[in-house]
């Protein structure tokens, strides 16, 4: 069966996904389009660039994820260094080394440029991002002409990084222009689940389902009212926000809702074996279920009639 899919952000939840992505697999549903945002953009590009489930895999099983909190120049200053990475970098952690580590991802399959991947004149890879100068969604590789650049030789590996960008954790993408700089963020802030991305017509070409995770009580619900938990909550109702209360009820029957087992934090880079193996098969799992109860019959009479 074919099928578009969408996947919600979730930093480093999103190895959930992969699991997700197994189940539909062996299942037999061909993924035409994918899109994604933050963690969802990784793995939607991966997929379009032509990754099996077991390829991913092999990668999770090699990612060191420590390795996304390199610190920008000033960070490892002592004492004040993280301090001054806020205000002159505008981030703790340097977010070129997304970029740095899908491309080299991307390169075993000969894959650089969006232009790549492209299919009868249509690109079925997007990816959502945040201008936070324009105060604009983007839609990527589209949108990229509004930078005066052609949307086929914007870097895949650069426009993820710009959707994964958590404000404040990572560092902003810069795009210069003639008398100022955008600066480009997780696409979380605008649209975290952009489940609406492919629905530029009445009826939908294909089935289009998403996939996310379930979202956790946060530290102010929990009675954690210092104020590092405030901000943290600030932060992240702003990039995790319940998108599903724009969604008509009957659209709810379209979307995989995959759980954290072990309520992780989507900046808990410093994962466990057991835990990377958790949200892998969490993922795979929810999947599995949903796929078990779809009926094409059903989804064409509800949302392609």
């Not at 092999?58 to 120049?73: C, H, I, V, Y």
């Not at 690109?123 to 604009?136: G, M, Y």
Request: hydrophobic share 40%; proline share 4%; glycine share 8%.
């Amino acid at each position: 069966m074919r099928v578009d899919l969408v996947f919600e952000g979730g930093g480093v939840l999103g190895i959930g996904f992969v699991g997700a992505y197994e189940a539909f697999y062996e299942n037999k549903f061909q993924i035409i389009r994918a899109a994604g945002t933050s963690a969802g953009s990784v793995i939607a590009a991966l997929i379009c660039a032509g990754f099996t489930p077991q390829e991913l895999r092999e990668e999770l099983e090699n990612t060191d994820f420590t390795m996304f909190l390199k610190s920008p120049p000033f960070g490892n200053i002592p004492i004040i260094g993280k301090v001054l990475s806020l205000i002159f970098s505008k981030g703790l952690y340097d977010g070129n080394i997304i970029s740095t580590w899908i491309d080299s991802i991307l390169k075993k399959k000969g894959i650089r440029v969006f232009g790549d991947l492209y299919i009868n004149g249509e690109c079925p890879l997007k990816v959502v991002a945040a201008d936070i100068t324009n105060r604009k969604l983007l839609i990527l590789p589209d949108d990229i002409r509004f930078y005066g650049k052609d949307p086929k030789n914007l870097a895949i590996c650069k426009a993820v990084q710009m959707s994964c960008t958590i404000p404040f954790f990572f560092t902003p993408v810069r795009i210069l222009n003639d008398d100022y700089v955008s600066y480009i963020v997780d696409g979380g802030l605008i649209s975290t689940f952009p489940i609406w991305i492919f629905e530029k017509t009445a009826k939908p070409l294909r089935p289009v389902i998403g996939v996310k995770i379930k979202d956790d009580e946060s530290f102010t619900k929990q009675g954690k009212n210092n104020v590092l938990s405030y901000a943290y909550d600030l932060i992240t109702a702003a990039i995790n926000k319940d998108e599903l209360t724009y969604v008509s009820s009957k659209d709810l029957v379209r979307i995989i809702t995959i759980d954290n087992p072990d309520h992780l934090k989507s900046t808990d880079f410093k994962l466990s074996k057991k835990q990377i193996e958790n949200l892998y098969y969490s993922g795979y799992l929810a999947t599995n279920k949903y796929l078990a109860e779809f009926r094409l019959n059903k989804y064409i009479k509800e949302f392609m009639l």
